[in-house]
């Protein structure tokens, strides 16, 4: 009876622990709860490409106008390489007025400088003026996608495919990537290219003279405080999508600044679109933060050298180190200093080693060092405090005794 109620109790445990990380797994991937209203989301670090929180990340879906991402970083790169240039002036015709979808309401024998129609790229998401753009600086839009393609290639986006500059399906084919791919996408443009942002931050266009005015496509300008990009898109196989980020300013010394990429994809509405990129978001904010762990300028302890002129020595890390962390992560800087430090030291020598840890898991290890040179404590000062200290025992037990 005995063994039958260890085994029973045994089995009640292996049950409960499976249950246990059962429910701390779909908590991980369910953290931020909103899986059943997108068909992808990925929060990033922009510097680093650490991805903080995902669903659904690696699988090629349709990007619909996000697509115009690589359609700006190839147009750009054109006008690096002085192929063509912003003031450059591009003449509509019959052919990009039959674009579809959002658009600039372009109009044949209109003329509008690469700058203004990459500007209506960006802000609008506008089809024509893409498509015009594809067609300027390629001859065909065919050539043009080819471009985008190779870009892809080069930059390793292995699920990127792409049958047109715009987005709009072709028939049954739209342009696919995973959303990974589109952040490092992203975190490629912003890098290279981060005079993005002050097109992406562009309110609204208006041309008065056309009665046309739009407003910036991205909805959470409005919504939180910073946001500075970065594209949308939508089709119907594709739902509401968005890629948005900002820059997270560190509030204190021990914090830094960073900039978050969020991504939301299949949304079912453009209401749902905005909730669900705003939640996003903003769990980011609430729970993230650049943790400064060593400042090279900051002495990280002092060390006692009782055979050194001034005995207490600030020690410094020899490099900078922060980290993303998330509210609840346990930091750990483990200080080694060395057993046989040999004097005199010089400015920058080792004496020690410092180790960092996040959760457990190790991040780094980093030289301790001195800033300043470190000398022999002079002979006669050294035995003038062993005569010092010799007559203090012996005063100190003569009391006592």
Do not use: W
């Not at 990007?63 to 509509?92: C, P, Q």
């Not at 005995?311 to 490099?319: A, G, M, T, V």
């Not at 430090?341 to 960092?356: A, Q, R, S, Y």
Request: hydrophobic share 40%.
């Amino acid at each position: 009876m005995g063994e039958i109620y260890m085994i029973k109790r045994f089995t009640r445990i292996i049950i409960l622990s499976l249950l246990f990380i059962l429910i701390i797994n779909s908590a991980t991937f369910a953290i931020i709860g909103i899986e059943n209203q997108v068909s992808a989301y990925l929060l990033g670090d922009f510097e680093t490409g650490e991805i903080l929180e995902e669903y659904n990340i690696y699988k090629p879906m349709e990007i619909a106008s996000i697509t115009k991402l690589m359609s700006y970083l190839v147009i750009m790169e054109e006008i690096e390489k002085g192929t063509i240039s912003m003031d450059d002036m591009v003449y509509i015709d019959e052919d990009v007025t039959r674009i579809k979808g959002s658009s600039l309401n372009l109009e044949k024998g209109e003329i509008f400088t690469v700058e203004d129609l990459l500007k209506a790229l960006i802000v609008v998401s506008a089809n024509d003026a893409t498509y015009a753009l594809a067609k300027y600086t390629a001859g065909i839009e065919e050539v043009f996608v080819r471009k985008m393609n190779d870009k892809a290639k080069s930059l390793g986006l292995d699920s990127a495919i792409f049958f047109n500059c715009t987005g709009l399906p072709e028939g049954e084919l739209q342009n696919m990537m995973s959303p990974m791919d589109i952040f490092t996408l992203s975190r490629y443009i912003i890098d290279k290219f981060p005079e993005i942002l002050s097109l992406t931050t562009i309110p609204e266009i208006e041309i008065p003279r056309r009665n046309y005015k739009k407003e910036n496509t991205n909805p959470l300008l409005k919504e939180i405080e910073g946001i500075d990009g970065l594209k949308t898109g939508f089709t119907n196989k594709a739902g509401y999508c968005l890629v948005s980020t900002l820059e997270v300013y560190g509030m204190d010394g021990e914090h830094e600044d960073f900039r978050l990429i969020g991504i939301v994809m299949g949304t079912e509405s453009e209401q749902k679109r905005k909730e669900m990129a705003k939640e996003l978001i903003q769990y980011g904010l609430d729970n993230y933060s650049k943790k400064t762990l060593t400042d090279v300028d900051t002495p990280l302890d002092i060390i006692h050298l009782p055979n050194s002129r001034d005995k207490d020595i600030e020690i410094y890390p020899s490099n900078n180190y922060s980290t993303i962390v998330k509210t609840g992560d346990s930091l750990d800087i483990d200080i080694k200093i060395d057993e046989n430090i040999k004097l005199p030291l010089k400015e920058l020598d080792k004496v020690g080693k410092v180790i960092l840890s996040q959760n457990g898991e190790k991040l780094d290890e980093i030289d301790l060092i001195v800033h300043d040179e470190v000398k022999k404590e002079r002979l006669f000062t050294a035995i003038f405090r062993h005569m010092k200290d010799f007559l203090s025992l012996v005063f100190s037990k003569l009391i006592s005794g």
